[in-house]
């Protein structure tokens, strides 16, 4: 079985472990939220994510994952 891209655990063919799969899909989530009320970029999103001091450490690996490619 592959490893997840961002830690040592078992991961899936999308590259994530179950941990930063959840991850990704409430980022995903609460972007589709915070897109309805502003007009916020998804690159905005994750650079706001980043800097969120409250935010969990798998999704900000997620945020990071993404704004580096």
């Known amino acids: 079985m592959a ?3 961002l830690c040592h655990r078992e991961g899936s063919e999308g590259g994530y472990c179950g941990y930063h799969r959840d ?3 409430n980022l995903v989530a609460a972007y589709e ?3 309805k009320s502003t007009e916020l970029s998804w690159t905005g999103f994750l ?3 980043i ?4 935010i ?3 999704a900000r690996e997620v945020a990071l994952d993404f704004l580096s490619k």
Not at 51 to 54: G, I, S
């Open 23 to 25: 991850a990704h899909a």
């Open 3 to 5: 490893k997840c891209s």
């Open 56 to 58: 969990g450490g798998w």
């Open 47 to 49: 650079e706001e994510v």
């Open 33 to 35: 939220a915070w897109r």
């Open 51 to 54: 800097q969120t001091k409250e």
